[in-house]
């Protein structure tokens, strides 16, 4: 019997906001332990809730984006667990009236080759809701110790519908939506700083069964590579169960990418077990048209249909547009280069800058807000490659240069000397040399063999060291062929 495999991914995401959820206290990454906390925090007697604005904003743009449906009214409610990371011993998450509902995740399988497009489909979403963090727990090898600078954070979960069939789908699922919310500014998603957590749920079933099977929870999947792999491993381990006659145990397991294994945790919590109730501190929220209106508004365009527009727009390739898009501040630095150097020119700038400035950029070990190398050095710099002025091998040199120093193109020319030169009566004469030099070649060209004419090109350039146009030599060469 063939087996498909069922996916469902549990997205949490740290909203970045100045305070946390329910308290002004700062947030942050990398302090001291414990010192990211307050009163409220810490759950102490008496304490009190207030709402974060900015959080609500950040995660009905998130659902604006992917095309939820945002409730009217939200309200939030107390999940009930008792554990060292949680000092309330309760969450304040939202259970029955989550504020986005529906929506989806445009995605993009794996090509056929190394950039080459893939199929593109979309991921339905159940829900996106919003709740705090909880704290950390560090463990060493005789005590486990709690650090609670975590807790209180902002963090919405994104849960998707079992629609996922393979480990490449939720991999590009994973991918699609992290670069989707750092786009909007609504998460850095750093997952070594624990911004993006990913749990999966996978089962397995005959094919053609619209039934799910008896689902497995994956946790600690710290990387998107890992994400890939433990589901995987998962999928691999349900199948080995069922063909040795045994059944599928619905628990939570633990996933370690670096020996690619993974444990049983506890058996898998229903939703009763953790005995939500509305929380009685905390007002449900009205969500009118004029807040979505404002928010929709504050909404980038996403980078999948950036990465249309551009094909459309500007007539560049998938291997240009695959490594623009997914880098907002990249494919601004593109969109802002074409402007000034004519959208003809767009293929032409997008090469410098995927090629030479990224590798550049890679070299050095700088981001792109670092770099000398600006829109305008890319654009002047194709300007003068296009007029003549600069041949190829003389424009890497340049681009070498400025990107070191921050000069622009022209002067890195001049001052070193790099400018392409063009004395006609030169050029006319070495032309002549080179067709006077290669007679078979000559009845090549004129009995319509167009390649004949690269076997004088290579001797004119020599001659003139490698600073003539070549626009002027195929010119100057047709010429002298026809007449001659």
Avoid at 14 to 32: C, E, L
Avoid at 273 to 286: E, G, Q, T
Wanted: hydrophobic share 40%; proline share 5%; glycine share 6%.
């Amino acid at each position: 019997m063939n087996y498909e495999a069922v996916i469902g991914l549990e997205v949490h995401i740290q909203i970045k906001t100045k305070s946390k959820m329910f308290t002004r206290v700062a947030t942050g990454y990398g302090q001291d332990p414990n010192t990211l906390t307050d009163p409220v925090v810490l759950a102490l007697p008496g304490v009190l809730p207030v709402m974060n604005k900015a959080a609500l904003d950040a995660i009905i743009r998130a659902g604006l984006m992917l095309g939820c449906d945002i409730a009217p009214v939200c309200k939030w409610d107390r999940k009930n667990y008792f554990y060292p990371d949680s000092p309330k011993n309760y969450q304040i998450s939202q259970y029955d009236q989550p504020i986005c509902l529906g929506g989806s995740v445009e995605i993009e399988l794996p090509g056929p080759a190394r950039n080459v497009q893939g199929e593109h489909k979309r991921i339905p979403l159940t829900r996106i809701h919003l709740e705090e963090d909880v704290g950390k727990l560090n463990h060493t090898a005789s005590d486990s110790l709690v650090d609670y600078n975590r807790a209180g954070t902002p963090l919405m979960e994104v849960v998707s519908d079992p629609a996922m069939h393979t480990a490449d789908e939720a991999f590009a699922y994973l991918t699609a939506l992290r670069t989707a919310m750092v786009y909007a500014g609504i998460s850095d998603c750093d997952m070594e700083k624990g911004q993006l957590r990913c749990d999966a749920n996978i089962s397995v079933r005959p094919v053609g069964e619209t039934k799910l099977g008896t689902k497995v929870e994956l946790k600690n999947l710290n990387s998107i590579s890992f994400v890939r792999d433990g589901i995987a491993h998962e999928i691999k381990r349900q199948l080995a169960v069922i063909a040795a006659g045994g059944n599928i145990r619905q628990e939570t397991r633990d996933y370690d990418g670096q020996t690619g294994t993974s444990q049983s945790l506890r058996s898998k919590e229903m939703a009763h077990d953790y005995r939500y109730f509305p929380d009685p501190d905390l007002m449900p929220v009205k969500v009118d048209e004029a807040w979505k209106a404002r928010l929709r508004a504050e909404c980038p365009e996403l980078p999948f249909d950036k990465q249309r527009r551009f094909y459309e727009a500007y007539q560049i390739p998938y291997t240009i547009t695959s490594v623009l898009v997914p880098d907002r501040a990249l494919s601004d630095f593109f969109e802002e280069a074409v402007a000034l150097a004519g959208v003809e020119k767009a293929q032409a700038v997008g090469n410098w800058i995927v090629n030479d400035l990224l590798r550049e950029l890679g070299t050095a070990k700088i981001g792109l807000e670092a770099s000398r190398v600006r829109p305008a050095h890319v654009a002047e710099l194709v300007r003068l490659i296009d007029s003549g002025a600069l041949l190829m091998n003389a424009a890497k040199e340049a681009f070498v240069e400025m990107f070191a120093t921050g000069e622009m193109p022209a002067a890195v020319v001049e001052r070193k000397g790099l400018k392409a030169e063009t004395n006609a009566a030169e050029l006319e004469q070495w032309c002549r040399d080179a067709i006077a030099g290669n007679p078979k070649s000559v009845a090549d060209f004129k009995a319509g063999k167009e390649s004949a004419l690269n076997a004088f090109k290579g001797p004119v350039m020599k001659a003139a060291k490698g600073k003539a146009n070549p626009k002027l030599v195929d010119e100057t060469l047709r010429r002298l062929l026809a007449s001659g």
